[in-house]
């Protein structure tokens, strides 16, 4: 067990819907991000949050979004939902959010259908 | 894009075997982290080795690192069915967003 939690484990949901995926990182880190899994596409790397601010944004689509709460918990936003959206969405936590170890939650599988 | 590529994709061998996987990568890098990932389940950390380190033990884990190649190496030593897994490496090469490669598929038949 990492210590990151994510919530839901697995959602199935509707083309043209949106979702909410939400993640409480591992106590004491400040910095969390955001990664997609998916057959075509592998392990990349969306957005990433540290202390409330946005550090660094990846391959992240306009339709989707994401914030950090005070209580340091993140949520990613994924609206207007396209059947390639269907992936594995990971998010993850480090103490600094530079150059540490960074620790993955189990994933929320999401299918679009 | 792909920063990290590992050789082999799959690899089977038989426990008790060592099983050694390849990553090459293609700029500097701050860090390199090595993940297992069961099947559809979260990624577990293994190895942080930094840019300035060659080689990292955990266990029966050993990951090496040559920068001039670009490359880094993860064996596990006396393997296990347990051990059966995707086993991916990532590069930091920019504040701590990792890129990932394809992953190396394990099978370690009992």
């Known amino acids: 067990d990492s210590g990151v939690t994510q919530t839901p484990k697995h959602l199935i949901t509707a083309t043209g819907q949106r979702v909410t995926l939400r993640c409480s990182p591992r106590?004491?880190?400040?910095?969390v991000y955001w990664y997609q899994q998916s057959l075509d596409q592998g392990l990349q790397f969306l957005i990433q949050?540290?202390?409330?601010?946005?550090?660094a944004k990846g391959n992240i689509l306009e339709r989707f979004s994401a914030q950090q709460f005070p209580d340091l918990h993140s949520e990613l936003n994924l609206s207007s939902l396209e059947l390639g959206d269907s992936a594995l969405y990971f998010c993850?936590?480090?103490?600094?959010?530079?150059?540490?170890?960074?620790?993955f939650g189990e994933g929320s599988w999401l299918t679009v259908v | 894009s792909q920063q990290g590529e590992e050789d082999p994709q799959a690899l089977s061998i038989q426990e008790g075997e060592n099983a050694t996987m390849n990553c090459s990568y293609k700029t500097s890098i701050n860090n390199l982290q090595w993940y297992r990932q069961n099947s559809g389940r979260g990624l577990v950390h293994l190895i942080l080795i930094r840019s300035n380190e060659r080689e990292k033990h955990s266990g029966r884990l050993r990951v090496t690192l040559d920068t001039s190649k670009k490359s880094s190496s993860l064996l596990i030593t006396a393997s296990r069915a347990a051990d059966t897994a995707s086993y991916f490496c990532a590069t930091d090469n920019a504040g701590n967003m990792l890129t990932f490669g394809g992953g190396t598929r394990l099978m370690v038949k009992p």
């Open positions: 993850a936590s480090s103490v600094r959010g530079d150059q540490d170890t960074i620790y």
């Open positions: 106590s004491g880190d400040l910095s």
């Open positions: 949050y540290y202390n409330g601010e946005e550090r």
